[in-house]
């Protein structure tokens, strides 16, 4: 009869978390994140360290050699340059991870999801989105059309995702050889991979205006997702999408809280001392 | 302590209350006033992105917190009076002589201030209610602001204990009260936006905890919000910092 409640109370206890199993498609090995998974980044333009940057018109050059179009680096300050960082914020929320399909490009398999910004303190836009997460490393060049979209976070929104399978070496390896047989000016790009990510430096007249060395920083997490995003010019931070949340302002607690707190429990035990003295000296 | 005494105690400070015309002013026609002026005046008034909270509604919404902060604090000044009058007119001396205790009476001026506030805050409910001022608050946020100022309460006796010690008289009491009172009530009542200098001042005041948590239930803020329990936490610990500042004051220099 125990045994009996016993199994009937396990089987209760699995029938609760029915309403938590996920089920989703069989999805390629380089995917690594999973319907209704929930990502946000902070948009931080520092626009005291833009004064060079504007003066020599990097903005035309950079276009000249890496066309973005609207997505381009001078169209982010131009959008934010007025506000203090971080200026915005951009949740993004998977809805479902369809079947790997082969196109001309490569193999890939889409996400569904949506996008969209928050402007603090109550500004907000969503929109529904679709990314394709490559599945070698190879294709990861091609879909990042030779690493350019690294000179804009803008750009980098379509490639928000990488697969978890990609050899950092590789791609930088092969990125070095698409550079060389572009010859010019794009043979003074560097690039150095690092751990879930690269580097991308130019150096000082390496695009020939630039009169200071331009360094991109681009990471992902074990998951293919965009940890990491900064894009410096003579080693001044001019913009970085990094992983962060909003937290509307009456949602904060101030740090002074913190030492306030710590302030009056101090004070309290002082209290306690002082009144436990007094009444031992009476008694 | 015996429980029939306390009662007795918290019944005859009620009346006294009552019977006070000052005391009865703060208590009950202060609180309604404010709510019945400043609702006329900006109950039409609609603000987005207003004060601290960055949050948007109607002007009066968000002093109605602060009204109800500041008529919690207003009840140091009856304390401060009765602690000041009992000791002029030797009732302190007297109770010494019965068996009833100092924690029994301390106890008694506790609950029966926290009755006062209990219906304080029920008048100005039902009046902001009546005005259309309670649009986002929930039945569970009502019931914390009773506890938020039932514990805030502590902290106004507090006040009111330290304000009896240092003062030679009643009528002293009634003005060095408001040392206390009127930098709490211009700086942390969050009545009107301030510069975060003057907000990070208003954080070493109890009432800014107080209408700080208010003004939050009062937009309906999910009660998970981490900043109401901040808020109640440090609260409780003002709260008995000073009450038990108070006590130990008035023990050693008030009761002569």
Redesign the interface.
């Known amino acids: 009869m125990k045994k009996i409640k016993s199994l009937w109370l396990i089987t209760l206890l699995i029938l609760l978390f029915i309403p938590f199993i996920r089920i989703s498609n069989a999805q390629g090995s380089y995917v690594g994140i999973q319907d209704g998974d929930e990502y946000e980044w902070a948009l931080s333009v520092y626009t005291e360290n833009w004064n060079t940057y504007v003066a020599e018109d990097l903005g035309t050059t950079l276009e000249n050699l890496v066309p973005l179009g609207t997505a381009n680096l001078t169209r982010v300050f131009n959008d934010w340059s007025s506000r203090t960082p971080p200026q915005s914020y951009w949740p993004l929320k998977v809805t479902t991870i369809n079947v790997e399909e082969t196109g001309l490009m490569f193999t890939s398999t889409p996400v569904n999801g949506t996008f969209g910004w928050i402007l603090p303190p109550s500004e907000s836009l969503e929109w529904d989105e679709k990314w394709q997460i490559v599945n070698d490393t190879s294709s990861f060049l091609r879909q990042t059309v030779n690493l350019s979209r690294s000179f804009s976070p803008y750009a980098m929104f379509s490639v928000l995702f990488a697969p978890t399978t990609v050899s950092w070496s590789s791609l930088v390896s092969y990125f070095l050889g698409e550079m060389a047989s572009k010859g010019g000016l794009y043979t003074n790009i560097v690039a150095t991979p690092q751990s879930g990510g690269f580097l991308i430096d130019i150096p000082a007249l390496g695009f020939e205006n630039n009169s200071e060395a331009i360094n991109i920083n681009i990471k992902y997490n074990s998951n293919g997702v965009l940890s990491y995003y900064k894009f410096s010019y003579g080693e001044k931070t001019l913009v970085t999408f990094i992983p962060g949340e909003y937290i509307p302002v009456h949602e904060r607690v101030p740090v002074e809280y913190y030492f306030v707190f710590i302030g009056l429990i101090a004070i309290l035990v002082v209290e306690t001392i002082v009144y436990t003295y007094i009444r031992k000296r009476k008694s | 302590m015996k429980r029939q005494r306390i009662f007795a105690f918290v019944k005859i400070q009620i009346k006294s209350l009552i019977k006070v015309p000052t005391a009865l002013f703060i208590v009950l026609i202060l609180p309604v006033a404010l709510i019945l002026i400043f609702g006329f005046a900006f109950g039409s008034i609609y603000v987005?992105?207003y004060g601290?909270?960055?949050?948007?509604g109607y002007l009066f919404e968000f002093m109605v917190p602060g009204f109800i902060a500041i008529s919690g604090l207003f009840m140091a000044i009856p304390v401060a009076l009765s602690f000041s009058e009992d000791r002029e007119q030797g009732m302190l001396k007297r109770i010494n002589t019965t068996p009833t205790t100092a924690a029994e009476f301390m106890v008694s001026h506790i609950i029966s201030n926290m009755c006062m506030v209990i219906i304080q805050v029920a008048i100005i409910f039902i009046l902001t209610f009546l005005m259309g001022g309670m649009r986002n608050i929930t039945p569970l946020g009502i019931l914390l602001s009773f506890v938020i100022m039932v514990i805030f309460t502590l902290s106004t006796i507090g006040f009111g204990l330290i304000t009896a010690t240092v003062s030679k008289s009643a009528k002293a009491a009634g003005g060095i009260v408001w040392i206390f009172l009127l930098p709490q009530q211009l700086l942390a009542a969050n009545l009107y936006p301030l510069p975060p200098e003057t907000q990070?001042v208003s954080?070493?005041m109890p009432l800014h905890y107080a209408s700080d948590a208010l003004s939050?239930l009062f937009?309906g803020?999910n009660l998970t919000?981490?900043?109401i329990w901040?808020d109640l936490?440090?609260l409780v610990?003002?709260s008995?910092?000073l009450i038990?500042?108070g006590i130990?004051l008035f023990k050693k220099y008030g009761r002569a």
């Not at chain 2, 601290?52 to 948007?56: A, E, G, M, N, V």
């Open positions: 987005e992105d601290w909270t960055r949050l948007s990070i954080m070493f939050l937009f803020v919000n981490l900043r901040w936490m440090i610990v003002f008995l910092v038990v500042t130990l």
